[in-house]
């Protein structure tokens, strides 16, 4: 369970980096693969949070606040949002606030 858990940490940061890249990509050019990159990436995040909470509750491996794990539910399915609005009409802003909320997301994981 260890290997599993270690693995969709994993993931989990490589969808937050590939946020941050299609964010700062999209500010830097106009590239239309930067709001696919954004919103893969914002979807690969949502998930595996997910799933690293339902595994963490099965094999009891923390305890876990679950006002924590709702606010940046929130966050990260607002950052989903964005990237498909995003993805439907791209703007420089949308790409901002997707980055925004991603760094607020880290906040909350890091300082709560």
Do not use: C
């Not at 990159?37 to 491996?61: I, K, N, P, Y």
């Not at 606010?71 to 989903?80: G, R």
């Amino acid at each position: 369970m260890d290997f599993l858990y270690s693995a969709l940490v994993f993931l989990h940061m490589l969808g937050l980096a590939g946020i941050i890249a299609g964010f700062l990509m999209q500010l830097m050019t106009d590239n239309l693969k930067a709001t696919k990159v954004l919103l893969h990436s914002s979807l690969l995040q949502f998930v595996t949070g997910l799933l690293l909470v339902g595994v963490a509750e099965m094999a009891d491996l923390a305890d876990i606040d679950h006002v924590k794990i709702a606010v940046k539910l929130v966050i990260s399915l607002a950052v989903v949002v964005v990237g498909v609005l995003n993805l439907r009409k791209p703007a420089k802003n949308l790409a901002i606030i997707a980055g925004v909320l991603a760094i607020v997301n880290i906040g909350v994981a890091v300082f709560w």
